[in-house]
């Protein structure tokens, strides 16, 4: 389906994209920090759809076709000492972002899907919006502890370099930022990934939006409290090569949230790798699919 539209208030505008069948159980995907909803690669949600689930992807706030909000991001002093002044909006604001997208097209509640900051903000939707939620999957994600799911030392050099602003510069830039935190056990589609970030740079580049993001990380500090409030059926999943949030971020998540399921993908980095979809996405329309059942026997419907 074409990507679509939808004002959710507060003067925000959220790009968006349908696939599979409307009759069935709604699953929103939500992507993290500095990447847009190709992120989610079309033959990924294809295959979700395929599993009877009604597929969204969105552009976050301040990326790809969305709203881009006003003000200056962080400075890198203000990150470093995580004092963040002022604070535009947290993961609060991205996850009623969220929820609203849902309630405006009428399909809450949803199974909620988020990777990295993606999952930060679909912990924030289960825990804060819970009758918008039906079931969770916290995906290379962290809770906001400092002290867990740090990048290993290597990977700073990839995140503290600035990106050109030219576009050829910019994709091979970030090209080599998404190799440095991808699959290690399983095979790198240079290509693939090459050609999403040629597309992203293209849907719409602005460099300050992602700062903006991770303003809103740091801002929104330490979740694991908040995570022990989460009722909704809950799998969390981390590759074992991930060097961009370690281990220790998923152990943490899936600890913080009752009766969470712990699911490793051995392999898999920061990114989604194509050896990785069979396993992700029968895991994925699993879980979704047994929330409905046990939830009522049957899959529920929209209202």
């Not at 679509?4 to 409307?22: K, N, T």
């Not at 929104?220 to 281990?247: C, F, Q, Y």
């Not at 152990?251 to 392999?267: D, N, S, Y």
């Amino acid at each position: 389906m074409a990507e679509q539209f939808c004002d959710i208030g507060g003067a925000v505008s959220l790009c968006y994209e349908r696939f599979g069948s409307e009759s069935d159980p709604p699953l929103l995907l939500i992507m993290g920090l500095g990447t847009q909803m190709i992120g989610w690669p079309d033959e990924f949600c294809d295959q979700l759809a395929g599993r009877g689930l009604h597929v969204v992807r969105f552009d976050n706030r301040d990326i790809g076709r969305s709203t881009k909000i006003q003000g200056h991001p962080p400075t890198p002093r203000q990150l470093i000492t995580r004092k963040i002044d002022p604070v535009l909006y947290t993961l609060s604001d991205m996850a009623a972002d969220a929820v609203n997208l849902l309630h405006q097209l009428n399909l809450a509640p949803a199974h909620v899907v988020g990777a990295s900051m993606g999952g930060m903000i679909g912990q924030t939707v289960a825990a804060q919006h819970p009758q918008s939620t039906r079931s969770l999957v916290s995906i290379m994600s962290n809770t906001g502890n400092r002290w867990k799911g740090q990048p290993a030392f290597g990977i700073y050099r990839y995140l503290l370099r600035r990106a050109p602003e030219d576009r050829e510069g910019y994709i091979e830039h970030t090209t080599r930022v998404f190799e440095a935190i991808g699959s290690r056990g399983l095979p790198f589609d240079r290509d693939r990934v090459r050609d999403m970030v040629a597309r992203s740079y293209d849907r719409g580049h602005d460099a300050a939006g992602p700062g903006r993001q991770l303003g809103a990380i740091i801002a929104s500090g330490d979740r694991t409290a908040e995570l022990r409030t989460i009722r909704v059926p809950t799998l969390v999943i981390h590759g074992s090569t991930d060097k961009m949030v370690a281990r220790s971020g998923g152990v943490a998540t899936a600890k913080a949230i009752p009766r969470a399921r712990w699911m490793v993908v051995e392999g898999m980095g920061h990114d989604l790798p194509e050896a990785a979809w069979p396993q992700l996405v029968e895991a994925i329309a699993g879980h979704a699919h047994a929330a409905d059942e046990a939830s009522s026997g049957a899959p529920l419907r929209t209202s």
